[in-house]
């Protein structure tokens, strides 16, 4: 691949989902794209590029970007996040709200649908004091097959045994001829939306619970930067944000503090800096 080729479609991407691919990264692009450009009618990833800088097809960008999207997930995964929702979430959003019954939560770059249905598992086990209440979990994600998958909350036998542990996998899964699907119950206030994370956010609404976990990893400084700026707008005040293990705001947004009775990589907005949840 050409150097200006490979900076085109680097730009593309970044534009596009945000992805950050840096330099020497050009054997991931023909890997990736190689096969897409000719099932597209492309004699080679050339002619794909030539395409894109004649008509900056945006349906082609989005397949782009979808292609180069990793969907790597599975259920309860890290495990401290979900500890830090039975422990401290949970139990101050129930108190915090009363008045409204009311909780929102979202899954930023949701994939294919293990994080939110983990989440839904961990409020039936651990806040059964919540059953009665409107408990919504909106998953997004920039990929539509991925959000097909997760639509349809059918697994394989090697995508239970990722992180689910065989309790649960009897108690909210039905065997089926594809392999397992998540019970009613389970996806009950569970919906999945096609979204670009670098787009506004405020069509979603206000979120008590964010997760945006292992995605910052993606973007360069800038991007990270605005992306938190951005969340920070969508969270309630007294809200969690949730980030990877690997992930921080150190240096990127003033707008969050950790909660250091939280275990992981959990934030709130700095005015509840000086009451930070106490965990159970």
């Known amino acids: 691949m050409r150097p200006d080729d490979y900076q ?128 919504e979990i909106v998953g997004t994600d920039l990929s539509r097959a991925a959000l097909e998958r997760a639509r349809r909350g059918v697994f394989n036998q090697f995508e239970v045994q990722r992180g689910l542990p065989i309790a649960l996998l009897m108690k909210f899964f039905t065997q089926v001829p594809e392999g397992w699907r998540v019970n009613d119950d389970v996806r009950r206030g569970i919906s999945f939306r096609e979204f670009n994370l670098l787009g506004s956010l405020s069509g979603l609404g206000t979120f008590d619970v964010i997760f945006c976990r292992n995605v910052l990893i993606y973007f360069d400084q800038p991007t990270k930067a605005d992306m938190l700026s951005r969340l920070a707008c969508v969270l309630a005040a007294d809200g969690f944000l949730f980030l990877g293990g690997a992930e921080t705001v150190f240096g990127l947004s003033p707008a969050f503090v950790r909660v250091d009775a939280a275990k992981g990589s959990v934030y709130r907005l700095v005015p509840f800096d000086r009451n930070p949840v106490r965990a159970s």
């Open 8 to 135: 085109f479609l680097s730009g593309v991407l970044a534009a596009g989902s945000g992805l950050a691919l840096g330099t020497g990264k050009e054997y991931l692009l023909e890997s990736r794209l190689s096969p897409l450009a000719a099932s597209m009618g492309h004699n080679d990833l050339d002619g794909l590029v030539r395409h894109l800088r004649l008509t900056r097809d945006q349906e082609v960008v989005r397949i782009l970007c979808e292609a180069m999207t990793t969907n790597e997930s599975l259920f309860f995964r890290d495990g401290t996040p979900f500890e830090a929702l039975r422990s401290a979430v949970f139990p101050h959003l129930f108190q915090a709200r009363q008045g409204a019954r009311r909780i929102r939560i979202c899954c930023a770059a949701a994939s294919t649908g293990q994080e939110p249905y983990s989440i839904a598992m961990t409020r039936m086990l651990h806040a059964p004091e919540l059953a009665s209440w409107d408990v």
